[in-house]
C-alpha cells in the first residue's frame, strides 16, 4: 500500500505550540513502522527544491541536459542529471545484521572512531533503482572532503562576511542532491556537477503588540549566553569553580564595571546539552565484594522504596538543580537534551523530566528543551543540536574542517542527513523533522572541542530585498574549554567568553 504523505511535513512552522518540530509523540515510538518510509518522505520534501535549483543551474548549460526523473531510464550517452538520496557503500560501517548473527559469547569489538576506507563507493538511489556515482567530481577515497568544479548556487548562496571558504562538494549519507553527467556502458554515472536543496525562506518571527510599538533602533541589546558541556556532578574541583565563576559572572558579580554593564545584557542562557556527567559503569564483581557477598549466589533484590544508589546517582541532577536555581531568579534558562543527559539517546531527544529538576521547574523563567530545538530570542530564530548530528557525519570524513561541514548542513537543507542509517532516530513515518523548512537567523551546534564561528549572507527570496544572514557557531564543551558563548540576537554579532582556575 502506498504510503500517505501527511501535509504536516511538507511546510510545518518552526515554533507551532500544537506540534512544535521535535515534540515526539507515542505514534512517533512504534518501531513496527519501517525506517525507508523516513528516505522515502525526506526525497518527496526536498526532491522539488533540488530540482528547482538544477533547472536554474544547468538548463542553459552546454547539450542542454534534462532532468531524467527515474534512474532507470537514463540513457547511456545522453548527458543529463538524476536526483536521488546519496548512500555511502562503506565496509567499515556498522552493519546490525551481521551484528546480529555473531555469536553472543564474542566479546563486541569498540567502536570505530571512523567508517571511512579506501573500499568506499557512493550511489545515488531513488523509488526506481540505484546508481553508483564516479568521475572527477567523486574521489575515490571515499570519507574525504570531495572537492569538484565549484557550483554558481554555492557561491551566491553563501557570500562569507569576513573569512573566505573553499567551496566544499560533500555528498553524505541520506543527503537529497542533484548530479550532472552521463551513464557509461559500464553502468556507471559519470558526475562532473552538483546541485542541493539551498537554504529554504526565512521563518516569519511573530511579535508581541508592545513589541511591535517599538522601533529597531529603539531596542535594548539582547545578548544570549550559549553553554555546553557543563557536565554537573563529576566532582572535579577544578570544574565546579569554574561553573561557580559562570555562575558570578552572568548575576554581574564577577570582575569590574564593563563585566558587569556586559552581564547585565544578557536575557537568557542556553544550556545546550550535557549538563550532567556521564555516570561511571559500575562493577557488579566489585561492588559484590565490597558488600562481603558473591554475586553468583546472591540475587539482588530490588529497593522497595526510591532508587538503589549503586545503579543510579541522583547528584548529577542535584547539583544542577542547585546550580540553575542561582540563576533562574534573574534570568531566563532553555535547557537542551545532549548525550550524557538522562533521556534516551534515540533523536530527536526528548525533554528532561521536570521532576528531576524540581527547583529549577518552579521557575516560570526555565523551560526543557527537546534536541534539537528551535527559539525565538527577539527578532531572530535560533536552531541548535547537542552535536551529535555533526559528529556522526564526520565518522564518514577524514578531514576535520567541522565548521564547513555545518555550512554545508544549511545547503542540503537537512541538519541530521546519517539518521537512521548511524544515527538513532524515530521511524518516523509521516515527516522528516530534520528537514529545514525554514531558514533560521542563528545555527548553533554545541559540544564542541574548540570555539569556530561564520557569518554567512544568502539571498532573499524577494527581489530587490538586502541579503539574508546566519550566524553558524560551534560551541566548545565547557567542561574541556571554559569558554562560553555569547549572541547578539539583533546584530548577530558573537563574543567569546573563558573562565581559568
Not at 536554474?56 to 548527458?79: C, F, I, T, Y
Not at 570544574?239 to 545584557?265: C, D, F, I, P, T
Not at 551546534?445 to 538586502?466: D, R, V
Amino acid at each position: 500500500m502506498p504510503l500517505r504523505l501527511d501535509s504536516r511535513c511538507l511546510t510545518p512552522p518552526p515554533d507551532d505550540p500544537s506540534r512544535p518540530a521535535f515534540t515526539i509523540d507515542r505514534n512517533d515510538r512504534a518501531y513496527v513502522k519501517q525506517y525507508a518510509n523516513l528516505y522515502w518522505l525526506r526525497l518527496v520534501v526536498l526532491r522539488p527544491r533540488v530540482l528547482k535549483n538544477a533547472k536554474a543551474k544547468w538548463n542553459e548549460a552546454k547539450d542542454s541536459p534534462q532532468h531524467v526523473p527515474r534512474m532507470l531510464d537514463v540513457k547511456a550517452g545522453v548527458q543529463c542529471y538524476i536526483i536521488g538520496t546519496v548512500y555511502m557503500d562503506m565496509p567499515l560501517k556498522p552493519n546490525v545484521l551481521e551484528d546480529l548473527a555473531r555469536e553472543h559469547y564474542i566479546a563486541a569489538p569498540p567502536p570505530r572512531r571512523k567508517f571511512c576506507s579506501v573500499s568506499d563507493e557512493i550511489m545515488l538511489e531513488d523509488e526506481s533503482g540505484r546508481v553508483r556515482l564516479v568521475g572527477p567530481a567523486i574521489e575515490k577515497a571515499a570519507g574525504t572532503f570531495v572537492t569538484g568544479k565549484a557550483s554558481s548556487f554555492s557561491k551566491n548562496a553563501f557570500s562569507c562576511l569576513k573569512e573566505k571558504r573553499p567551496t566544499l562538494i560533500i555528498e553524505r549519507a541520506g543527503t537529497i542532491m542533484a548530479a550532472l553527467g552521463k551513464e557509461l556502458p559500464s553502468g556507471d554515472f559519470h558526475v562532473t556537477d552538483f546541485c542541493y536543496a539551498g537554504l529554504p525562506p526565512p521563518a516569519p518571527i511573530t511579535e508581541d503588540a508592545d513589541a511591535m510599538n517599538v522601533s529597531d533602533e529603539d531596542r535594548p541589546e539582547e545578548w544570549v549566553a550559549i553553554v555546553s558541556g557543563l557536565e554537573m556532578g563529576d566532582g572535579d574541583r577544578t570544574q565546579e569553580m569554574r561553573r561557580e565563576l559562570l555562575v558570578e559572572y552572568l548575576l554581574g558579580e564577577l570582575g569590574g564595571n564593563e563585566h558587569s554593564e556586559e552581564a547585565a545584557k544578557i536575557t537568557r542562557v542556553i544550556l545546550a546539552g550535557n549538563s550532567m556527567a556521564q555516570p561511571e559503569p559500575i562493577d557488579d564483581a566489585a561492588t559484590s565484594q565490597n558488600n562481603g557477598t558473591s554475586s553468583t549466589s546472591t540475587e539482588k533484590k530490588p529497593k522497595r522504596y526510591g532508587y538503589d544508589a549503586s545503579i543510579y546517582s541522583a547528584k548529577p541532577a542535584s547539583a544542577l538543580d542547585a546550580w540553575l536555581e542561582q540563576i533562574l531568579p534573574s534570568m531566563n534558562v532553555d535547557l537542551m537534551s545532549g548525550e550524557s543527559d538522562p533521556v534516551a539517546p534515540t533523536m530527536p531527544q526528548a525533554k528532561l523530566h521536570p521532576a528531576m529538576l524540581p527547583l529549577a521547574s518552579g521557575y516560570e523563567g526555565f523551560k526543557s528543551r527537546t534536541n534539537p530545538s528551535w527559539f525565538q530570542i527577539g527578532r531572530a530564530n535560533f536552531l541548535g543540536t547537542s552535536g551529535q548530528p555533526l559528529d556522526d557525519i564526520f565518522k564518514y570524513l577524514t578531514s576535520e574542517d567541522r565548521l564547513g561541514v555545518a555550512i554545508k548542513t544549511l545547503e542540503w537543507s537537512h541538519i541530521a542527513p546519517t539518521c537512521p542509517d548511524t544515527l538513532w532516530c524515530y521511524p518516523f513515518s509521516d515527516r522528516d523533522p530534520f528537514i529545514l523548512h525554514s531558514t533560521p537567523q542563528v545555527y548553533f551546534i554545541s559540544n564542541q572541542s574548540k570555539f569556530e564561528t561564520q557569518l554567512l549572507e544568502h539571498p532573499s527570496p524577494q527581489a530587490g530585498s538586502e541579503p539574508l544572514r546566519t550566524r553558524v557557531i560551534l560551541v566548545p564543551k565547557f567542561s574541556q574549554t571554559g569558554q562560553v558563548v555569547l549572541v547578539n540576537s539583533r546584530s548577530l554579532e558573537v563574543k567569546l567568553v573563558g573562565f581559568e582556575v
